[in-house]
């Protein structure tokens, strides 16, 4: 696609379900990371994998988060167990090389999917 | 680990004015980006710095890398409108695969 496509964009989930937040990076980009924004707050970096594997997963807030992604292509966020504090809108970024390289780093941003945890 | 802060946090200035934020690292950088978020809107990528003191210029922007490369700075010149937003540094070092970013400034114009 032309750009990140991140789904849904809205979700509203109860307390103590699971969900599942979807980003499609742009086509060719290697390098993927999910970010999370609290309300009025920076970013707070969650994951981030270059190709298949995730070498920084150090972000991860618990047990309850975890990513995957297949075929160099789209990755999923699963929270499981969903508690209010979970709510806040999370972003998914793409690049075509990983930030070690010093040229094409430039980190395309999707437009969130925003999680409200009732 | 590696930790990114910028200041001020928010920074209000009449139309016409300067306004410029800084980007420290705990660490020593190989590179630093800086982004704009909008209102709503998600960040979008502005400019990236290598070399230690390394200057940079887009129209009334001006970027510039610490000889250290452990601080940055984003100037902008004669604000407008349509500069309001959050603006974020974002850094990343040998030993770190994470794209770090900074606490971010935001920016209110007063017409």
């Known amino acids: 696609g032309a750009g990140v496509s991140q789904s849904p964009s809205n979700k509203v989930t109860e307390k103590g379900k699971d969900v599942e937040l979807r980003c499609d990076p742009i086509s060719g980009h290697t390098a993927l990371y999910w970010y999370r924004q609290r309300l009025g707050q920076g970013l707070e970096f969650l994951i981030y994998?270059?190709?298949?594997?995730?070498?920084?997963k150090s972000g991860l807030p618990s047990d309850r988060f975890s990513a995957e992604r297949t075929g160099e292509s789209v990755s999923t966020l699963t929270i499981q167990r969903t508690q209010q504090e979970d709510s806040a809108v999370y972003l998914c970024?793409?690049?075509?090389?990983?930030?070690?390289?010093?040229?094409?780093?430039?980190?395309?941003f999707g437009q969130g999917t925003r999680l409200t945890v009732v | 680990g590696q930790q990114v802060m910028q200041i001020p946090q928010y920074q209000h200035v009449q139309e016409g004015e300067d306004f410029t934020t800084y980007c420290n690292s705990s660490t020593t950088l190989s590179n630093i980006q800086w982004y704009k978020q909008r209102p709503g809107g998600h960040p979008v990528f502005l400019i990236q710095l290598v070399k230690s003191g390394e200057v940079k210029k887009q129209k009334r922007l001006t970027f510039q890398f610490g000889e250290a490369k452990k601080n940055s700075s984003l100037h902008i010149t004669a604000t407008q409108t349509t500069d309001v937003g959050t603006y974020f540094c974002a850094g990343w070092n040998f030993g770190n695969e994470k794209l770090t970013f900074g606490t971010g400034t935001r920016l209110t114009i007063i017409p």
């Open positions: 970024a793409s690049s075509l090389a990983p930030p070690r390289a010093f040229l094409n780093t430039e980190a395309f």
């Open positions: 994998f270059q190709g298949n594997s995730a070498p920084d």
